[in-house]
């Protein structure tokens, strides 16, 4: 069963650390999403990815986050330096990024994060 | 801007009391509406995706239908096991890639 793999499941640092997420999308899948879900904000979506290629990453704070791909089967995302509003469950999603059925996303279960 | 709007934001069914979910969108071209479960503590787990203005989807006890303003989810004769927090997306046209704007959500509680 293909499933979407995030690591750390939970997190919790003080303010002004670097936290790095990771996630291992679906084999085959070409497209990478990072979201962020809070009780306030919902589901945001932050940076996606197609072939590895950033394609937008508008949804991010530029000054403190990043995200990248370094290979087809690892993407990251990277707060540097965290602040208490960062609390939040990161997602990451993949999908095929085609027409038809394969413009579904599936998502991964999640990093809770808490900046202290 | 594309806009998605959930209604209610919390329902609670006793078992086997069917209803509907409503998703409200606002999309220039819309290329399709998806819809997720949520459970508490687990990402978005995804349901249906509809196309086109009077596509339904069913799926055990739900369905969902589409129309240019709106998506419905009917709920059947629900069980507790359905309570989650049910999500609606949109994926406009001109985007590029698979970006999808969501909902707030309805929280659903179905009461033995």
């Known amino acids: 069963d293909a499933r979407v793999t995030q690591t750390p499941r939970h997190k919790v640092t003080e303010m002004g650390q670097e936290v790095t997420m990771r996630c291992q999308p679906i084999?085959?899948?070409?497209?990478v999403f990072w979201y962020r879900q809070t009780m306030m904000q919902g589901l945001e979506l932050l940076a996606y990815?197609?072939?590895?290629?950033?394609?937008?990453d508008s949804g991010m704070p530029k000054d403190r986050f990043s995200a990248e791909m370094p290979d087809a089967t690892l993407a990251t995302l990277k707060i540097q330096p965290s602040e208490p509003r960062d609390s939040a469950v990161y997602f990451c999603?993949?999908?095929?990024?085609?027409?038809?059925?394969?413009?579904?996303?599936?998502f991964g279960p999640g990093t809770r994060l808490t900046v202290t | 801007e594309d806009q998605v709007t959930q209604s209610p934001e919390a329902l609670r069914l006793q078992e086997g009391e069917s209803s509907s979910l409503n998703c409200s969108y606002t999309?220039?071209?819309?290329?399709?509406l998806f819809w997720y479960r949520q459970d508490p503590g687990k990402g978005p787990e995804f349901l249906f995706t509809?196309?086109?203005a009077g596509e339904e989807k069913e799926k055990e006890r739900l369905k969902a239908t589409l129309t240019k303003k709106e998506s419905f989810l009917h709920i059947t004769a629900p069980k507790p096991e359905d309570s989650a927090t049910y999500l609606c997306?949109?994926?406009?046209?001109?985007?590029?890639?698979?970006?999808?704007?969501f909902g707030e959500g309805t929280q659903l509680t179905v009461n033995p």
């Open positions: 999603a993949s999908g095929l990024g085609v027409r038809g059925p394969s413009y579904e996303q599936y």
């Open positions: 084999l085959g899948h070409n497209t």
């Open positions: 990815f197609r072939n590895r290629a950033p394609l937008d």
């Open positions: 999309v220039s071209g819309l290329r399709g």
């Open positions: 509809l196309y086109s």
């Open positions: 997306a949109v994926q406009a046209k001109e985007t590029s890639g698979s970006r999808l704007t």
